[in-house]
């Protein structure tokens, strides 16, 4: 073989190899493509239970505020615990709401067609809220129950707070230790790593931890392609 079909040969070769190397890149670009789209349409379809779960927060807190609503107000001028009851159980209603709302309107800003760092900020601000958010949820929790308990019997003609003001104590005593313990199981997860990072990372919800790894799927490709 002379030198010039040596150089033909190569040229070949060459032409070969970079069609070869064109081909993978397409490939390769064609698979990153598909990854994003089935990790975007993922971590769209983790969020729906939280999408109707805040509907449904928001739906519960106007009929908890008209019942409220509904109690308090006829029985106005027959004591100021009644008062006391509704408007307090009207405020958490009201807190129900404008939580829901805002977090819908989170929900809604983020948009699956953009850039993956983009959504991944997004949904860190989601997180973020749903994590403060969900503080307020677990302390009012432990304290709620006890105007709504005193509507209940209110409503059956138990004036609790007039006839057994002792078994209103009761109620805040037991509301504060429900809380104190749950301050206390907090913080002893906190000292365990293991239950730290467990907490951390569903702090926020399943559902946004989902949509979360889905749009990690997409990372890892990046990551693991050449």
Not at 102 to 128: G, N
């Given at each position: 073989?002379?030198?010039?079909?040596?150089?033909?040969?190569?040229?070949q070769l060459d032409a070969r190899?970079?069609?070869?190397?064109?081909?993978?890149?397409?490939?390769?670009?064609?698979?990153?493509?598909?990854?994003?789209?089935?990790?975007?349409?993922?971590?769209?379809?983790?969020?729906?239970?939280?999408?109707?779960?805040?509907?449904?927060?928001?739906?519960?807190?106007?009929?908890?505020?008209?019942?409220?609503?509904?109690?308090?107000?006829?029985?106005?001028?027959?004591?100021?615990?009644?008062?006391?009851?509704?408007?307090?159980?009207?405020?958490?209603?009201?807190?129900?709401?404008?939580?829901?709302?805002?977090?819908?309107?989170?929900?809604?800003?983020?948009?699956?067609?953009?850039?993956?760092?983009?959504?991944q900020t997004q949904l860190a601000?989601?997180?973020?809220?749903?994590?403060?958010?969900?503080?307020?949820?677990?302390?009012?929790?432990?304290?709620?129950?006890?105007?709504?308990?005193?509507?209940?019997?209110?409503?059956?003609?138990?004036?609790?707070?007039?006839?057994?003001?002792?078994?209103?104590?009761?109620?805040?005593?037991?509301?504060?230790?429900?809380?104190?313990?749950?301050?206390?199981?907090?913080?002893?997860?906190?000292?365990?790593?293991?239950?730290?990072?467990?907490?951390?990372?569903?702090?926020?919800?399943q559902s946004v931890r989902n949509?979360?790894?889905?749009?990690?799927?997409?990372?890892?490709?990046?990551?693991?392609?050449?």
């Amino acid at each position: 073989m002379n030198i010039d079909e040596m150089k033909s040969a190569w040229g070949q070769l060459d032409a070969r190899l970079a069609r070869i190397e064109s081909q993978q890149n397409e490939l390769l670009a064609l698979r990153r493509k598909a990854t994003e789209q089935r990790s975007t349409v993922a971590s769209a379809r983790a969020l729906r239970p939280l999408l109707a779960g805040q509907v449904l927060q928001a739906l519960f807190g106007v009929a908890l505020a008209l019942m409220a609503v509904l109690f308090w107000v006829p029985r106005a001028d027959h004591g100021v615990q009644f008062i006391v009851y509704g408007a307090t159980v009207q405020a958490y209603a009201i807190w129900l709401i404008a939580s829901a709302g805002h977090e819908l309107a989170l929900l809604r800003k983020i948009r699956f067609s953009t850039a993956v760092l983009e959504m991944q900020t997004q949904l860190a601000t989601l997180r973020r809220w749903r994590a403060r958010n969900g503080w307020v949820f677990v302390y009012a929790g432990c304290f709620i129950w006890i105007p709504v308990m005193l509507m209940l019997f209110a409503s059956l003609g138990a004036d609790i707070w007039a006839h057994q003001p002792q078994v209103v104590g009761w109620f805040v005593v037991s509301g504060a230790v429900t809380a104190a313990a749950v301050f206390l199981g907090f913080r002893l997860a906190a000292r365990r790593p293991s239950w730290a990072a467990s907490l951390q990372a569903n702090a926020a919800g399943q559902s946004v931890r989902n949509a979360e790894l889905a749009l990690g799927d997409i990372e890892a490709f990046k990551a693991e392609a050449p």
